[in-house]
């Protein structure tokens, strides 16, 4: 058997290593212990690298928001969105654990597919999911994103937001259509979100997806702002029009005792400034 030496294994990563990649991220770790931010000649200097690189570079982070410009226009320094991957993996680490027992008792009880989905951007992300015992199995993954105007998950997840933070979350967006019962019109969906807070869950009869039926309830935090929901899902056969009112009232049961518990948890730790800004 051929013994690779540590000297050569290192030599694989350097040649593997996209150096584009690289420079992006030296450029983000530069940023991070800049107190003032840096301009493109202080970059250029610390990273050795040509001005119209960093130019390149911070023109790009900037966009996927990961570098905002200060607003004089001369000094870089770290976006928001480095702060919103932070965030993710708060919320996937914390409330995933929180809720997964709800998230399988849910499934388990009602034999039908459960999971827990968030906010990301203008989508709804799962960050956890179970499967009922039978075989009845739908296409879904923990890390899979939903639009919000289609879906149960996205619709629970956005029905509390207020009105102007509907108009800022929707503003330049369509709304696809995925057949004929897709709701397409931002009016509509306003209508269709009144009857959601009215009833506390938000169902999808087959919008997202012809022949699937989808009942979800938001999660919120103390301040009794939506932080998240959970959403069980099937086949139409699974989750007949009779049966929507009795299923959507035992999600939001769980959901509701999950709200209770974490603004228990923040009462009992108000101490705590990170958690408190989530929880």
Known sequence: MQVI?????????????????????DLLELLAVSDRGLTLSDVSR????????????????????????????KTFSLGINTARLGTIR??????????KPYVKRLARNLNLCAQLGILDAAEALVIAKADPGSEAKLDSWIGRHFELHCTALGKALIAFLSKSELDKLFQGRA????????????????THLRAVRLSGFAVDDEEHE???????AP?????GKPIASICVFGPTFALPNGNLRVVGSQVATATAEI?????????????????????
């Open 5 to 25: 030496s540590e000297t050569d294994q290192r030599a694989k990563q350097s040649e593997s290593r996209v150096p584009s990649v690289d420079r992006a991220l």
């Open 175 to 190: 709304l696809p259509k995925h057949n004929p019962n897709t709701i397409c019109s931002f009016r509509s969906l306003e």
């Open 46 to 73: 610390s990273l050795h690298i040509p001005k119209s690189s960093v130019h390149y570079l911070l023109q790009d982070l900037a966009w996927r928001g990961y570098v905002e410009r200060a607003p004089g226009g």
């Open 219 to 223: 999660i919120f935090n103390f301040l």
């Open 259 to 279: 709200s209770r518990h974490l603004s228990q948890r923040v009462g009992a730790s108000r101490h705590d400034v990170a958690t408190e800004s989530f929880f």
């Open 210 to 216: 012809l022949g699937v039926r989808c009942i979800a």
């Open 90 to 99: 708060l919320t996937k680490s914390l409330l995933a654990d929180l809720c």
